[in-house]
């Protein structure tokens, strides 16, 4: 990628914080499990958009802060800034403003208005404080092991969950939220998976959009996020975490459908090519 525009100023960086005064380090073995009860008990709250959830492969033990955390940092934080520009003057071309979400980097654990935070829940969006949350060494780690390398493909990540944030923005999730209530697990499973798939189009939008007016692409990048996509199916994620595929449970959406969705995006440039409610399953 070619990232020369500024950083956007909504990242905050939690990195070495302590919750609670005491520090809690989460890794693997004991001290994860131990978080994990603890968040399962203090509830995280189900509106919460988690990318890998429980089926994404286990990530080995945190590792110490490295010098390249700044260079991850500088990229997050360009890429969320090229994002801000994109949906800036596609509200304002739709005649409404849009207000920046805030991404939050931390180590470990951190405290979400969605409940307690670790590492291991994937990058996530929160509706109700309206933040991305990411974990830089964990989802590094995340995209060795998925084999989603590459410098757009971490970009897609981000644009992702800056789409949740654009859904959350034109109502989409408080849509999606009320006719979920009532149903049962496959339907609204089912109802979840379009709320994703319109998120991988949405990032999509945005990789077009940045491509027209900044040149951000180069050699490679659009087979890199089209990987991205592919290794964060559902599919793919739970073959590689439990050995066997659910598509019952499927709360992402099968390898296919993610790249078909991106891609649609990517093509189109328009966010109403993003109606993922509308179409076939
Ligand atoms: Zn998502």
Known sequence: MRLDGPESSNVEDRRGQRIGGRGIAVGGGIGGVVILLIALFLGVDPGVLMEGGDSAPAPAAQRQASPQ?????????????????VWGAEF????TRYEDPSLVIFSGATQSGCGFAQAQMGPF???RDRRIYIDLDFMADLQRRLGA??????AYIVAHEVGHHVQNLVGVLDRVDQARRGEGERAANALQVRVELQADCLAGVWAR???????ILEKGDIEEGLNAAAAVGDDRMQRAGQGRVAPETFTHGSSAQRVQW???GLEAGRMDACNTFAAAP
């Open 209 to 215: 959009r940045a491509q027209e007016t900044r040149n």
């Open 92 to 95: 304002a071309r739709a005649g």
């Open 262 to 264: 991106f891609r649609r």
């Open 125 to 127: 969006y929160c509706p």
């Open 149 to 154: 390398g590459g410098d757009f493909a971490a």
């Open 69 to 85: 955390d700044d260079a991850a940092r500088h990229f997050v934080a360009q890429v969320l800034g090229e994002t801000e520009q």
